[in-house]
């Protein structure tokens, strides 16, 4: 019993440490010569999206369409291409929804101020309703 | 001056509608980036005609599907049925066989049946990234300029056939 029970911890002991180990062991997977570059690809990969497995980024999803991605980014990386025109690459190909962050479009106008003009619109609601409240407080119209 | 109050009750109608409508909206149904884009160039060997090359210029100058599959995709079995009619009706269909064994491919291709003129090996998935494909089965439309004008992701059935690509076939006509 108790050999079970040590057994038992030690797979448990180990299957953490496999966990802390595998972010290490995914980035030497993409060795990169300059630390510019590597913080570069890790940067892309966090802002991309997994397109088979939606919710997840190019860096984290286990999918082959990713991991292909992941080998594309590489090499565009490697060439000494910027982040812009990675994206533009990716873009072209897949479409906005590759990106977390949507850019700044007319399509998304809307997405991006939306909050903003909401605000005004509540704040310029309560203070018409205050400022009826105070004048008359019978609600009638003025 | 009550229409004031009136207001965020409105705006929450509104946005129930708008978010009630993005229920029933499918999530891996994106929008391409590729429709009304040139069928990007491509050159890939033809499987099971040794040193033979599919070419996108080759391809250019009539109306066709190209059709993305592969033998390990358990849903292009699904399509096969269909694609052969298709084909036996006398649509053109070549097919871009993606990230597979040649030698896998030809048989899953005697077992269900060939509907494709020819075959095109992309078995690093070089070709289907530039035509952003993110699974199979995927199905384009390409007109006689190499435009491509329709694309549909999953399974090519009867009733999408119906609803979108015969649309397009009898406005050219």
Request: aromatic share 12%; net charge positive.
């Amino acid at each position: 019993m108790i050999l079970y029970r040590i057994l038992n911890l030690q797979i448990s002991v180990g299957f953490f440490l496999f966990l802390l180990c595998s972010p290490i062991t995914a980035s030497s997977l993409y060795p990169f010569s300059q630390p510019k570059q590597e913080a570069q690809f890790k940067y892309l990969l966090k802002e991309l999206r997994c397109l088979v497995c939606q919710n997840q980024d190019l860096a984290d999803s286990n999918a082959d369409l990713a991991r292909d991605l992941r080998d594309e980014v590489y090499g565009l990386v490697k060439d000494g291409q910027s982040d812009h025109e990675i994206i533009d690459y990716l873009t072209k190909r897949y479409g906005d929804f590759i990106l977390f962050k949507p850019p700044v479009k007319s399509v998304t106008a809307l997405l991006w101020f939306g909050p903003a003009l909401f605000l005004i619109l509540g704040l310029l609601v309560f203070w018409r309703s205050i400022r009826q409240g105070h004048h008359d407080p019978n609600g009638g119209g003025s | 001056m009550n229409k004031w109050r009136l207001i965020p009750l409105l705006f929450f109608v509104g946005l129930s509608l708008f978010l009630w409508r993005g229920l029933s909206l499918e999530p891996q149904k994106l929008p391409s980036a590729q429709i009304g884009r040139v069928l990007p160039a491509f050159s890939i060997p033809v499987l099971g005609a040794m040193g033979k090359t599919l070419t996108s210029d080759y391809l250019r100058g009539h109306v066709f599907l190209l059709t993305v599959w592969a033998s390990w995709c358990s849903a292009c079995v699904e399509e096969q049925v269909f694609l052969l009619q298709l084909a036996r009706e006398g649509i053109a269909i070549y097919g871009l066989n993606y990230k597979d064994s040649p030698k896998a491919a030809q048989q899953w291709l005697h077992e269900w049946g060939n509907p494709f003129k020819q075959v095109g090996i992309d078995s690093n998935g070089r070709v289907a990234i530039d035509l952003g494909v993110y699974g199979a089965p995927e199905t384009f439309l390409i007109d006689a300029k190499g435009v491509i004008r329709l694309r549909h992701v999953g399974i090519l059935d009867e009733k999408t056939w119906k609803n979108d690509f015969v649309p397009y076939f009898k406005l050219t006509n």
